[in-house]
């Protein structure tokens, strides 16, 4: 029997360097043994064991003669062989280690043991890294730190009970999100500590070293009773996102089994109660009625100010019933270069105006990028009005249908009319069915110049709420880059025309 000592349960270079000397030197997985330094399975071994070996980084491995074992060749394990192993030695199960040494004992006959995920320790070890993959998950979503004051001021301090060893894998995470502030994670596997600058690791704690409760706790408690929905509970539904298991170390447990218990009293109450009055704001900011003699709906407008008048009477479509008021063009009558987007958006449909929330924001500064005067340019929308879904007392986008598009070309038509734009830019795949009547495939046909019927040229473009939602600073730069490539282009085929 080879023994192998690790200096700790996480220690994955000890485990990664002894295994490899038990594979080249025949070590079959039957006589290896990993055991952890302290640990009480260490300390009785077998009557014919070897001594421990410490492992360590050496530069040449040892091949012992004897033992049956048999001198092997090198080999090099897959990377995704080496990336699993990280993610399962965090899990708590005694066997772990035997089971990866089982797996790369195996892959030097099977060099794509990996991909064969029905194979019985390909398909352990691979729910092993996911329930460690969840509990780090888990660790982000349910940690809550504590307020305490110490030599330098204010620090907070948590106490975790993960149920696998995540510690130094998650801490990163609450570096990344809490940069200006100290913190410490304590946990029964060991603590982890942000200074502001650097961050550390200590040893195992206990409850007892974390602060109780603090001031801010009770607000929180608020807070979390107050956006309870009773409406809206599915007790089951709750415990498969919050486990149990982590609710003793959560202060808003505490209030749990007496929302649940009186969330049939509190829905009854909601659906007995009278629909509240239209919030204040929206109603002085809605526009209004049509006096006799304003134009309709249905009249040809002359000019962009009868478009206005005549978006706000217009019932062609039902996304008028639920939207402030109208959003029509803004800009210079010659404009050269119209740009069209999908509809207002919340801050849109408040204000009146296109483009003057965080998707106008970009579009500003991608058009000063490429050369392009804001002020020279008409902007709209293929639809006038917000289309949305409440949620709470927020108002969620939706993409308006390719019926709402159509209804809405009438005053886009007008628009494109009375403009007479040289080119006219369509951001994203619903400005482009309302330009050019047939939903384009934006990635491929972006960028170049398209005949419309008119006589005008035609553009299609990312919308760039796209840029706002991509989920990291590299892919945001890059596609960035694309769209103000786009308007170069855009301004270029303006300067030819």
């Known amino acids: 029997m080879r023994t192998a000592m690790l200096a700790s349960e996480t220690d994955f270079d000890a485990w990664r360097t002894a295994a490899r000397e038990m594979r080249l030197a025949g070590v079959e997985p039957a006589a290896a043994r990993f055991v952890v330094e302290g640990a009480e399975a260490s300390g009785q071994g077998g009557l014919f064991d070897e001594p421990p070996m410490v492992a360590h980084p050496p530069a040449t491995p040892r091949h012992p003669q004897g033992g049956g074992e048999r001198k092997e060749k090198g080999f090099s394990a897959p990377a995704a062989f080496v990336d699993l192993a990280r993610e399962v030695i965090l899990h708590r199960s005694a066997d772990r280690f035997d089971l990866l040494y089982r797996l790369l004992w195996r892959l030097r006959d099977e060099p794509d043991l990996m991909k064969m995920i029905s194979d019985r320790d390909v398909a352990e070890a691979m729910e092993r890294a996911k329930t460690v993959s969840r509990a780090s998950h888990k660790m982000k979503a349910f940690v809550r730190f504590r307020q305490v004051e110490d030599a330098r001021g204010e620090a907070w301090v948590a106490w975790f009970e993960p149920p696998h060893r995540v510690l130094e894998k998650t801490a990163p995470f609450f570096q990344r999100r809490f940069p200006t502030m100290r913190w410490s994670i304590l946990t029964p596997d060991g603590s982890a500590f942000w200074d502001g600058e650097q961050l550390a690791f200590g040893p195992p704690a206990t409850r007892d070293m974390a602060p109780a409760e603090d001031e801010i706790e009770e607000f929180w408690k608020t807070y979390y009773a107050s956006t309870f929905n009773p409406a809206r509970l599915k007790v089951k539904a709750m415990k498969g996102e919050m486990a149990k298991g982590y609710w003793k170390n959560l202060p808003e447990a505490a209030l749990i089994p007496e929302l649940v218990a ?39 407008p002359d000019d962009l100010s009868e478009v206005e008048r005549g978006v706000q009477a217009c019932r062609r479509c039902p996304l008028y019933r639920d939207a402030t008021q109208g959003v029509c063009g803004e800009g210079p009558s010659g404009a050269r270069l119209m740009i069209v987007g999908e509809q207002p958006g919340d801050q849109e449909d408040l204000a009146g105006q296109p483009f003057v929330g965080p998707a106008g924001g970009v579009l500003d500064a991608a058009l000063e990028e490429a050369g392009i005067e804001r002020a020279d340019v008409y ?3 293929a639809v006038k009005h917000f289309k949305h879904e409440p949620r709470g007392k927020r108002r969620l986008h939706k993409t308006p249908n390719a019926g709402e598009v159509q209804a809405c070309r009438w005053w886009l038509d007008a628009e494109r009319r009375l403009i007479r734009p040289r080119l006219v830019l369509a951001l994203g795949a619903t400005a482009g069915l309302a330009v050019l009547g047939r939903k384009p495939a934006v990635t491929k046909e972006r960028g170049r110049a398209l005949p419309l019927d008119d006589g005008s040229v035609g553009m299609v473009t990312v919308h760039p709420s796209y840029l706002l939602r991509l989920p990291n600073a590299d892919s945001r730069a890059e596609a960035r880059r694309g769209f103000v490539d786009d308007l170069i282009a855009a301004r270029g085929l303006i300067s030819r025309s």
Do not use: C, Q, Y
């Open 262 to 300: 009186a969330s049939s009293v509190r829905t009854d109450v909601m659906v007995a109660k009278p629909a509240p009055e239209p919030n204040a704001r929206f109603s002085r900011a809605i526009a209004p009625d049509l006096h006799a003699g304003r134009p309709t709906a249905d009249a040809v």
């Open 379 to 381: 902007v709209t929308n």
